[in-house]
């Protein structure tokens, strides 16, 4: 009998700190009705001074286990995907772990932009098929506005801080991870990513005074591949295992813009009240978007809903995951 990886609990955090378009407008050249008509973003949470990816991560971890009758220790692996680590080493998974006080387990980062959630969560669904572990955590938590420029109206409308999570358990019923397919294209590397802080620029004063440590984006040409490449892989997904329109109970799209979102759910023949769309208050939380969507639709999920996930971000780097739900 296949052992598969079932999502069993999830958990989320976003922080208090409400940054409305209102408040965007007093800071940049913008307003609430471009905002929205462009992306679908009202507003979007943000961390406190000091509050690192790890205490968002810790958080929704905690809120996740309160669900189980799990304690810490009880974890054998956290996969944390995330573009804003609390530092560039260690992994921010090790110090999840040691705030969290998961004493047995281990750890690792992934990194995969806006479509680290997916990539962390076929990873971690591995450890449970292969036999390995028996209890996996992936979390996606993003402290986005330290990577923001908030004099720059291109980006700093757009992203927002959160962290949700998934258990991983082990099952043999027809639920679980059922099926993925990623891809990447580094040749778009260069339309999304922060130049600066790595090997290729290492930190200077030039580097600062070029703000070469925030965001760039080319919004449209990031746009149009992304508009594509989530509905291709979501399509590619759907053939495979012969789900239609009619038989995928939800779409759960990375929240990076309303019309991308749209876009994708119209080529899977999905209606919109089929659609997990959460970008209105939380903005863009790169790697958070996907498993914020499960927390917030938890209780309407039903045991063997067919879920198809999907997410198209920085690198290029995007995918989709087909999931039954099993709770
Ligand atoms: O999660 C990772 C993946 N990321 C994405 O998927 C994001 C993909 N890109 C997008 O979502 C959109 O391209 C944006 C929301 C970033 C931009 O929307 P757009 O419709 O592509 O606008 P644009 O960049 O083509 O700009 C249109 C106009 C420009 O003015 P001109 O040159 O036509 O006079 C911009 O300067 O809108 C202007 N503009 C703004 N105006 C008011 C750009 N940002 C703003 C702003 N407020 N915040």
Known sequence: MKTRA????VGGYVPEKVLTNAMLETMVDTTDAWILERTGISERRIAAKGQASSDLAVAAIQDLLRKTSYQPQDIDLIICSTVSPDHVYPATANIIAHKLGATKSWGFDMNAACAGFLYALRTGSQFIESGMHKRVIVVGADVMSCRVDYEDRNTCILF???????????????????????????????????????????????????????????????????????????????????????????????????????????RAGLTDDKVMVNIHRYGNTTNGTIPLCLWNWESQLHKGDNLLLAAFGGGFAWGSVYVKWAF
Not at 201 to 222: A, C, M, R, W
């Open 6 to 9: 079932a999502i069993t609990a």
């Open 160 to 266: 927002g801080d959160g962290a949700g999570c998934v258990l991983l358990e082990p099952t043999t019923e027809e639920v679980g991870i059922m099926d993925s397919e990623f891809a990447v294209d580094g040749g778009g590397a260069a339309y999304l990513y922060q130049k600066a802080g790595g090997s290729a620029f290492p930190t200077s004063l030039d580097t600062v005074e070029n703000k070469e440590h925030f965001i760039y984006q080319d919004g449209k040409t990031v746009f149009k591949h992304a508009v594509t490449g989530m509905a291709d892989i979501t399509e590619a997904v759907m053939k495979r295992n012969g789900l239609s329109g009619d038989t995928i109970a939800w779409l759960v799209p990375h929240q990076a813009n309303k019309r991308i979102i749209d876009a994708t759910a119209r």
